[in-house]
């Protein structure tokens, strides 16, 4: 939280989209910022519980379905900040995606506009406690994730 406290405030951040939500797991760090933000997801599912979490908050964030490799014809605004948690990016189909997922998230920047992007663990990933996930083979790149899940968390 005070990551982005820092960040939203030496940026002069106003408005926030934050891409592939999920569930909103993570509700409190919402609460104490004074932002317009707006939450997406491709997942009905994810979206509903998204809501749910932050009504059991008493916090009302506006939701969009929509799949953030198509942001541009379906946001009407540039945003200050994106924001693209939980390595929500790398479980992708194949190696253009990310590419298109993040011109389409530059293209709804304002000017000067911010791009967030961390790595952790996404709700699916948490779910399925898969220990190694490979990446797409490719002759110039290949990766292999390792997980080694605890009671609370990864190493």
């Known amino acids: 939280m005070e990551f982005f406290c820092e ?5 002069g ?15 409190r760090g919402v609460k104490p910022l004074d932002l317009r933000i707006c939450d997406m997801d491709r ?6 519980q998204a809501e749910r979490n932050l009504a059991a908050h008493h916090l009302d964030v506006p939701f969009v379905q929509v799949d953030y490799r198509e942001l541009p ?6 945003f200050d900040a994106v924001l693209c948690l939980y390595s929500s990016i790398l479980e992708m189909p194949d190696e253009s995606n990310p590419v298109r997922a993040l011109v389409s ?7 000067g506009g911010i791009l967030v992007l961390s790595t952790g663990i996404s709700d699916r990933t948490w779910r399925e406690k ?9 002759d110039v790149f290949t990766r292999l994730f390792v997980i080694d899940y605890v009671e609370k968390g990864v190493l």
């Not at 997942?43 to 509903?48: D, E, I, K, P």
């Not at 898969?130 to 490719?138: G, V």
């Open 105 to 111: 998230m530059r293209d709804i920047l304002r000017d």
């Open 73 to 78: 014809f379906n946001c009407a605004r540039d």
């Open 43 to 48: 997942s009905q599912a994810m979206l509903a």
């Open 13 to 27: 951040i106003r408005s926030v989209l934050d891409c592939a939500c999920g569930t909103r797991r993570d509700v």
């Open 130 to 138: 898969r220990r190694f996930i490979p990446e797409i083979d490719r």
């Open 7 to 11: 960040l939203f405030g030496q940026q």
